[in-house]
């Protein structure tokens, strides 16, 4: 059974600093990538790193977030530095697999950013 288990949420201060974590168990992923809803809202691609080593960041988070990955953890991280109140949101944990192409989601953590 394919598992993505986010944890590391909470209510920063405006200029804090958060770790996520999400633990993946079950599957090994080509993609792994953190996504995120604010109320009223699409979800948006936050951060993205493929196996390869590639990394995509969405422009409101470049320079302030860094998504990292441990492949003997099967784990991935978002270091998310000078947080702004637009942050606040679910933050969701994305595996994806090419053959077939199937997304796999963790249960979201909520992230708030009080100004």
């Known amino acids: 059974q394919v598992q993505l288990v986010e944890s590391g949420g909470g209510l920063v201060q405006a200029g804090g600093s958060l770790r996520l974590s999400c633990a993946a168990s079950?599957?090994?992923?080509?993609?792994m990538g953190w996504y995120r809803q604010a109320p009223g809202k699409q979800r948006e691609l936050v951060a993205r790193?493929?196996?390869?080593?590639?990394?995509n960041y969405a422009d409101s988070v470049k320079g302030r977030f860094t998504i990292s990955r441990d492949n003997a953890k099967n784990t991935v991280y978002l270091q998310m530095n000078s947080l702004k109140p637009e942050d606040t949101a679910v933050y969701y944990c994305?595996?994806?697999?090419?053959?077939?192409?199937?997304?796999?989601w963790g249960q979201g953590t909520q992230v708030t950013v009080s100004s």
């Open positions: 079950g599957s090994i992923f080509s993609i």
């Open positions: 790193i493929i196996s390869g080593g590639s990394i």
């Open positions: 994305n595996g994806h697999k090419i053959l077939p192409a199937t997304d796999y």
